[in-house]
């Protein structure tokens, strides 16, 4: 069965290829990029040519001679230097959307080599509450999670809690400024905390002494003090607590709850492993590990502090080694703040030279800010810090405001039902908006926070991609209502043949988004699906359509692109409500 339009195209080509005695590695398509010309190009005659030293045009005409053969193309021309432009019957396209609407994963391959991948992507830390910087990483590492995932690999996400730095010390350090003692800590909550926390950086960044006592601190807790080391087990707790709650609300799931405290004996092992090795030396009361500076000056790797502590680079390195160790991993994956590129590079380099993982590939995507209309990081109106909490009541107002009165809609059993079915309602759809913004633009750069449209429902937002699904959902009830049935796809205009192509890419969108780690390109191809669908609509009824046959047809068209569309709302960790209202 024909499942993926891109692959059997592919393998037909390869087949021509073989046959002609042609290197079958350039035996590749994509969808056009004259669509108004033709539906595929194959660029692989140049390649061919080149690696041949042939004539690029020769060698595409014998290609073409070969292919049209074949009934399943019934356009087929060379341009510019040796392009290889296809139209397709459409008897092909309407056979792959039969099989993708027959199998239960909508025609979507998975990898052949299933890995076993670790995802960091949470990164919160304790007494801190979750803000806007900590949004992307949650939402990209949720997306990836999923499309890992789907594509049939083992993913396990890791929140890798900073729990055991410097702002440890620091709080413990401000209880006992204040309260004498460490006695009282059991009592206080996640805001106190906060406040603790709050404090103890100003103080810190005043004065270098007490700086000194917060790290010195650190360290007595990383090596054992048991005062100490009950505090912070509080102080731990009730971060994890609240933080827990705010990703419940985003819908970002971590299968492991582990942080830097769960790789100290690790640390130690990896210090020792340093020293065995020869790799590490001690400079000025530090162990380090220099590293090498080809292209940039690179500073050296901290493994010990002079004071006995344990830093942010030597918990990450350690962390690698279990997850290799422990958890087997192929691949590792960090969804973390790009301004911490170098952080990383250091600690991949470090964990080369110790030889921790030499068949796990370890890879750092790290994304841009989060930018307010003024280019810089968005804050709240008064200038604060944009906690998570703020921004998705902020979302939720939006939202709101386009919702109709309770009291004003049908088919509830009461004024309390519809304002509950309301309020679910604006809670999936402000975190959609939330959500689709982050994941419509490019990971590596940052963006400006669209105050005024990202929860509206038309441009591309996430309530728009919504609605559509909704909207299609309601085609279906009256569609049904009707009588008709999803049917054999038949193509009888321009714009069901734009949609048919359209839902056809499925796969190697897909694919593509998987390889390239970027749920951007999710974003835009459901985007554009959408827009394909209006204008489908627009020009194709279903109800009025002239025959059974045409109206079925439709219909298959229809419920294919609210499939779909639901499987990429899924995949980018957005909810996709059956009914939505407007007001
Ligand atoms: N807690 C860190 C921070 O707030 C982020 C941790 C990212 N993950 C990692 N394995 N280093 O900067």
């Not at 595409?60 to 053969?69: C, D, G, Q, T, Y």
Request: hydrophobic letters at 40%; glycine letters at 6%; one cysteine or more.
């Amino acid at each position: 069965m024909d499942l993926s339009l891109e692959k059997t195209i592919n393998n037909k080509l390869s087949k021509c290829f073989r046959s002609l005695g042609l290197n079958e590695k350039f035996a590749v398509v994509k969808p056009s990029d004259r669509p108004d010309l033709s539906d595929f190009q194959c660029n692989g005659a140049l390649a061919l040519a080149k690696a041949e030293r042939k004539n690029p045009r020769e060698i595409a005409s014998v290609i073409a001679a070969e292919l049209e053969k074949d009934p399943d193309f019934t356009k087929i021309s060379v341009d510019g230097p040796g392009f290889l432009n296809l139209s397709l019957s459409d008897a092909l396209i309407s056979r792959v959307l039969c099989g993708m609407a027959e199998d239960s994963r909508l025609g979507c391959s998975t990898v052949d080599t299933p890995q076993k991948i670790i995802l960091d992507s949470g990164g919160p830390n304790v007494a801190k509450s979750l803000h806007v910087g900590h949004l992307r990483s949650a939402v990209i590492g949720e997306a990836i999670r999923r499309i890992e995932k789907f594509v049939g690999n083992d993913i396990i996400s890791d929140v890798h809690f900073g729990d055991y730095g410097t702002p440890m010390g620091m709080i413990l350090s401000e209880i006992i400024n204040q309260d004498g003692d460490l006695s009282k800590t059991e009592t206080y909550d996640i805001n106190q905390i906060s406040d603790f926390y709050k404090r103890a950086n100003s103080r810190c960044k005043e004065n270098e002494a007490e700086k000194e006592k917060a790290s010195r601190i650190t360290a007595d807790l990383q090596n054992g003090n048991p005062e100490y080391y009950k505090a912070w087990q509080h102080l731990r707790r009730v971060s994890v607590e609240a933080v827990k709650k705010n990703y419940d609300v985003l819908g970002a799931h971590f299968d492991l709850w582990l942080g830097e405290s769960d790789a100290h004996q690790a640390s130690l092992d990896v210090i020792k492993i340093a020293k065995e090795k020869g790799i590490s030396e001690v400079d000025d009361g530090a162990t380090i590990i220099r590293l090498g500076e080809s292209n940039k000056p690179k500073p050296p790797v901290i493994l010990l502090k002079s004071n006995g502590g344990i830093g942010y680079q030597v918990t990450d390195i350690a962390t690698i080694k279990m997850r290799v160790d422990d958890l087997k991993a192929d691949e590792i994956i960090y969804v973390v703040d790009k301004r911490q590129s170098l952080h990383f590079e250091q600690v991949f380099e470090a964990a080369e030279k110790l030889g921790l993982a030499p068949h796990t590939t370890l890879q750092h995507i790290g994304f841009g800010t989060v930018n307010g209309a003024d280019g810089k990081p968005f804050k709240t109106r008064d200038g604060g810090v944009m906690n998570l909490e703020d921004l998705i009541a902020l979302s939720k107002n939006k939202v709101r405001e386009s919702m109709p009165d309770a009291k004003d809609l049908e088919g509830f059993p009461s004024v309390e039902a519809a304002q509950q079915y309301i309020d679910t309602l604006v809670e999936d759809i402000a975190i959609a908006a939330i959500k689709f913004q982050d994941l419509k633009n490019n990971i590596a750069s940052g963006y400006v926070f669209e105050i005024d449209d990202f929860a509206k429902f038309e441009g591309k937002t996430g309530p728009y991609i919504q609605y559509d699904v909704a909207r299609i959902n309601s085609i279906m009830r009256k569609a049904e209502a009707a009588g008709i049935v999803p049917g054999e796809v038949i193509i009888t205009n321009r714009e069901e043949r734009d949609l048919a192509l359209k839902l056809a890419q499925l796969n190697s969108v897909i694919m593509r988004t998987h390889e390239e780690k970027e749920p951007s390109i999710i974003s835009d191809y459901a985007y554009t699906l959408a827009q394909t669908f209006s204008s489908f609509y627009n020009t194709s009824s279903i109800l009025n359509a002239e025959t059974p046959a045409e109206a079925s047809s439709r219909l298959r068209l229809a419920v294919l692109t609210r499939d779909i569309l639901k499987l990429l709302l899924d995949l980018l960790g957005i909810k996709a409500p059956e009914v939505m209202l407007k007001r």
